[in-house]
C-alpha cells in the first residue's frame, strides 16, 4: 500500500529539480547578457574608467639667461593677469638699450645732415650752371674778336702776333667752357650720390629703431609676469640661481578644466555632443559631478602616437581601439571647484537623449 504513494513523491523531486536548475541556467544566461550589455539589457549609458581631469598647464620659462634677482611667489600661490612672478638682472639689458638709443641718435643725425647736403650739392649745380653761361659768353665774344682780327689782319691792319693772340683767346675760351661743362656733370653726379646716400641713411635708421625696440623687448624679458589668472604649482627657482632661457620656473594653472574620456570605439555608436555626463573623482571620495560632451576626437588616440601602429605583419589581434571625448564641465557646481588636473574619474555617457532624436524626428514625418 506504501509504494505508490512513493513514485508520485519522487518524480516531483525530478520536477522541482529540473525546474531549479532550469531557473538557475536562464539566471545565468541572463546575467552574462546584462555583464556584456547584450539585448535586451542594452543600456544606454557609457561607462569608462580610462578618464582624466584636463586643464591648461602653462610653464613659466624665461625668454633671457641671468641671474634671478627677485622671487615674489610661493608655491601654490594664486595669481592674477600681469602680475610680477620673478625679476632676473636687467643690468646688461639696459646697457643694451643706451647704447641702441645711441646709435639711432647718430642714425638719426647723419639723416638729418641728408637735407643740408642736398642743398649744398643743388647749390653747387646752380653755381657751375652759372658759370658754364659765362664761360660760353665768353667763348662767343673771343669767337666774335678772332674774326674781326682775321678780317683786319688779312689788309694788313693788324700784325701776326696779335692774330696769333686772338686765336690762344679763343682756344682758351672754348677750353673753360668744356671745363665748366664738365664740373656741371661732375655736380649732377654728386646729387645723385646723395639721393642714393638717403636710402642707405632711411635703412640705417631702421635698422636702429628695430635695434631699439628689440633691446627693450629684452629689458621687458627681464619682468616675469603671470600670462593669466590661476594657481602657480611648485616654484622651482630660488633668489641668486643662474637661469638659462627656456628653463621651467614653475607652472599656472588656469581654473578652466574638463574632463578626457577614453571611450572604447564599440561604446562610441551613440555618443554625441551635447550628451549629459556624470561623473565620479576618485580623490573626492566618489563624488558625483555633472558636465556634457563638448568635442569629439577626429581620430583614435593610436593615431596621435609618436611611433604608429603598424598590423601589416600578419600577426593582427583585434583590439578595441580608444577614442578621446571632451566633456565640460557645468558650472555651479561647489566640488568643481576642488579638481585639479591629472585627477582620476570614472565617466558615464547617457546617449538616450541622442538615441531618442531620430524616433522624435520619424514621429514628425
Avoid at 531549479?20 to 535586451?40: C, D, K, T
Avoid at 574608467?49 to 622671487?71: D, F, H, K, M, W
Avoid at 580623490?283 to 560632451?293: C, M, T
Avoid at 565640460?328 to 555617457?349: E, F, H, K
Wanted: proline share 4%; charged share 20%.
Amino acid at each position: 500500500m506504501s509504494e505508490p504513494s512513493t513514485v508520485p513523491s519522487r518524480s516531483r523531486r525530478i520536477l522541482f529539480s529540473a525546474l531549479a536548475f532550469g531557473a538557475i541556467a536562464i539566471a545565468g544566461v541572463l546575467l552574462v547578457l546584462y555583464a556584456w550589455n547584450l539585448p535586451p539589457f542594452r543600456s544606454t549609458l557609457q561607462t569608462t574608467e580610462n578618464a582624466l581631469v584636463r586643464g591648461q598647464v602653462t610653464i613659466i620659462s624665461p625668454q633671457l639667461s641671468g641671474y634671478v634677482v627677485e622671487v615674489r611667489v610661493q608655491d601654490f600661490q594664486k595669481v592674477a593677469k600681469g602680475e610680477l612672478l620673478m625679476r632676473i638682472d636687467d643690468r646688461i639689458p639696459t646697457q643694451r638699450l643706451a647704447q641702441a638709443r645711441a646709435e639711432l641718435a647718430n642714425r638719426q643725425a647723419a639723416l638729418s645732415n641728408f637735407a643740408q647736403s642736398e642743398r649744398s650739392a643743388r647749390a653747387t649745380i646752380s653755381q657751375n650752371e652759372a658759370l658754364l653761361a659765362s664761360n660760353e659768353a665768353q667763348r662767343v665774344r673771343a669767337q666774335s674778336d678772332l674774326r674781326r682780327v682775321e678780317e683786319l689782319a688779312a689788309d694788313g691792319s693788324l700784325s701776326a702776333r696779335e692774330l696769333d693772340a686772338a686765336r690762344a683767346t679763343g682756344a682758351q675760351s672754348a677750353a673753360a667752357r668744356d671745363q665748366a661743362r664738365a664740373t656741371l656733370e661732375i655736380a649732377r653726379q654728386n646729387l645723385r650720390s646723395v639721393d642714393v646716400n638717403r636710402a642707405a641713411l632711411e635703412a640705417a635708421v631702421a635698422n636702429a629703431e628695430a635695434a631699439v625696440r628689440l633691446a627693450e623687448i629684452d629689458l621687458a624679458n627681464t619682468h616675469i609676469t603671470a600670462p593669466r589668472d590661476g594657481q602657480l604649482g611648485q616654484v622651482t627657482v630660488r633668489q641668486g640661481a643662474f637661469v638659462n632661457a627656456g628653463a621651467q620656473l614653475t607652472a599656472l594653472v588656469p581654473e578652466t578644466m574638463w574632463v578626457i574620456a577614453n571611450m572604447k570605439e564599440t561604446q562610441m555608436g551613440n555618443v554625441a555632443v551635447g550628451q549629459p555626463v556624470t561623473f565620479t573623482v576618485d580623490a573626492l571620495g566618489n563624488a558625483r559631478l555633472r558636465g556634457r560632451v563638448e568635442r569629439i576626437s577626429p581620430a583614435t588616440g593610436s593615431e596621435f602616437s609618436v611611433i604608429a601602429p603598424d598590423n601589416a605583419t600578419g600577426n593582427f589581434v583585434k583590439i578595441a581601439q580608444r577614442i578621446p571625448v571632451r566633456i565640460s564641465i557645468d558650472p555651479n557646481q561647489p566640488l568643481a571647484g576642488r579638481l585639479r588636473p591629472g585627477m582620476s574619474v570614472v565617466t558615464t555617457i547617457d546617449t538616450a537623449q541622442a538615441a531618442a532624436q531620430p524616433a522624435a524626428a520619424g514621429a514628425q514625418r
